[in-house]
């Protein structure tokens, strides 16, 4: 039987509720195709930071990365620990040491949910640049609190983080209706967006198969309103990736079905996955929170770790529930019923 060590950090809110619920039901898949899931949990937080001072303990890293894979249920706590001191202290950190460039995220209505928009049948793969660009945390700000206060905010833009994130697109175009969309603003960001137009050129030329779109970041909005069924992949830079891919999020019923993973595509260092959701505090403990985003990223981490049928029988089972109408919106069926629901499906 083949064993798999996974780091656990469910983190906070409704974070430890779905990565409960998301267990439950990768245990049974791994019981049912002869594999064995060994989660090791690490309690970094925002209660931790309150208690330590840091989200994760100074040799963080270092433990992590004897792991297969890494899952995380969500992180925040706003009330008590600002975002962007959990975001620095734990996620980033997180993608950045281990190479987790490709963040992907699909978006797709699963059987049974009704989005907002009228358009069926779209299937979209968004792949976000995650370790460089705009959240790259280079900057600062002087004269604080004075009138003349300054404070810059500099997105980088390597030609390794670049290329990289567009082959890993063109490889996944590959594997799916083989046709790319690069997004960006270069009428307006004459340096770094013109750059990433010109190596989106450059690795297109080794990809003759697969065919190419360039599209400005407010167009691309308009489209996946307007008309989702005619997208595939998607490569964006890492803000622009993380506003397309909420909005995604939406038109394929809500952050409830948001599965995401942080993918380090050599495969030398884990790999991270988790729901978009966030942690939703005021919910938290209530078994309420929809486990399905949580228990798609599961999916997402078996599939990458091999077990491709495991992975499928999952995805099934999700689609199983929400067929008989479980877990399609928001206060229908609290974390329980639908987990419920969607162990009966995997065991049948």
């Not at 950090?9 to 439950?24: L, S, Y």
């Not at 898949?29 to 309150?50: D, V």
């Not at 495969?267 to 996955?273: G, H, I, N, T």
Request: glycine share 10%; net charge negative.
């Amino acid at each position: 039987m083949t064993p798999y060590k996974i780091a656990l950090i469910p983190g906070d809110g409704i974070g430890v509720d779905v990565t409960q619920a998301t267990m439950q039901v990768l245990d049974a898949a791994a019981a049912k195709f002869g594999f064995a899931l060994e989660p090791t949990t690490f309690p970094w937080s925002c209660e931790y930071y309150l208690e330590h001072g840091a989200m994760m303990p100074a040799d963080g890293i270092e433990t992590l990365k004897d792991f297969d894979a890494i899952y995380l249920g969500a992180v925040g706590w706003p009330a008590t620990v600002p975002d962007a001191v959990s975001l620095h202290g734990l996620l980033l950190p997180i993608r950045k040491a281990f190479k987790q460039y490709a963040n992907i995220r699909p978006h797709r209505l699963l059987n049974g949910v009704e989005g907002p928009l009228k358009a069926e049948g779209f299937d979209i793969l968004c792949i976000r640049e995650n370790t460089e660009g705009e959240y790259s945390g280079a900057g600062g700000r002087v004269h604080q609190g004075q009138g003349n206060e300054v404070a810059v905010e500099t997105a980088i833009f390597t030609r390794e983080g670049v290329e990289r994130i567009i082959r890993f697109g063109f490889e996944q175009a590959m594997m799916r209706r083989k046709h790319l969309t690069s997004v960006t603003k270069s009428n307006a960001q004459k340096f770094s967006m013109v750059f990433w137009d010109e190596v989106t050129r450059e690795v297109a030329a080794d990809c003759p198969e697969v065919t190419v779109s360039h599209m400005h970041i407010d167009a691309m909005a308009a489209k996946m309103v307007m008309a989702p069924q005619d997208l595939d992949v998607i490569v964006a830079s890492n803000l622009f990736g993380d506003i397309l891919t909420d909005l995604g999020a939406a038109i394929q019923g809500g952050l409830g079905f948001a599965a995401s993973a942080n993918i380090s595509p050599d495969r030398a260092l884990p790999s991270m996955f988790e729901p978009v959701h966030g942690s939703a505090p005021d919910i938290a403990g209530q078994d309420i929170a929809n486990p399905i985003a949580a228990i798609w990223s599961g999916a997402m981490m078996l599939d990458h770790l091999g077990q491709t049928e495991a992975s499928a029988a999952v995805l099934k089972a999700i689609e199983a529930a929400t067929g008989q109408g479980i877990g399609i919106r928001p206060g229908l069926n609290s974390t329980s019923e639908i987990t419920a629901a969607i162990l009966s499906a995997l065991e049948a």
